[in-house]
């Protein structure tokens, strides 16, 4: 099978939710091809503008099966894929990675995704377009499943999109031949390490009984934060 991504995220992201997946995909024998290509990536279908960008688009697209995309809060990037779609009659996948449509109050991704929100409206209308729907966890699609069946008019789902969980995935290939840090003074007790911005408090509030659960177990726990605190 062909499948051509067009995920506009970096980061983290893009390396749990395309990149490990992309390469596994690929020793399975499927031909993969992401647009822009990643090292080059400048905001996904922007990075060749006007007539010129939609013409490599549509190139792309008569190649693939299949096309796999982000949610996606740029209008622009949304009318790209319809008229695409439209054009060469391929299935769109959309992928959620979190839930972005319940976004609480003390994550920074709230002025994103608020109500009121122009980034929230777009975001669903990215999911409306899909034939399929892609989440990482059972709980995002148990509320996505929620809100089209409880309030259809207010979120903009296709209510016959099946939704499949598709977790993180990580390669094993990157753990492989790693050497010990010259640097580390004893390797024998347990680290967590925690990643994560300013929003990310509440998630520590969902991990406080495991963690307090290793450290019963464990006498000698360490705790790493990487991020803005």
Known sequence: MKILYTHTFGGGVAEARLHMQARALQRL???VLMFPEWEH??????????????????????????IHTQYNTQLGQVESLVLGRHRHHKPIIVDLDDDVFHVPPYNTAYRTYHAASNGRHVAALSVRIADAITVSTPKVKELLESDRVSRPDKWAYRLDAPIHILPNYDDPSTWENCTPDPT??????????????????GDLDVCKEAIEGVMRC????????VGCM
């Open 29 to 31: 024998g499927h031909e």
């Open 41 to 66: 990536y400048f905001g996904g279908l922007r990075i060749v503008h006007g007539d010129k960008a939609m013409d490599v688009y549509n190139e792309h697209l008569s190649w693939a099966d299949v």
């Open 184 to 201: 580390s003074i004893d390797d024998t007790g347990v680290r967590i390490l925690f990643a994560g911005g300013l929003g990310r408090y």
């Open 218 to 225: 464990h006498p000698n726990v360490r705790l790493f934060f």
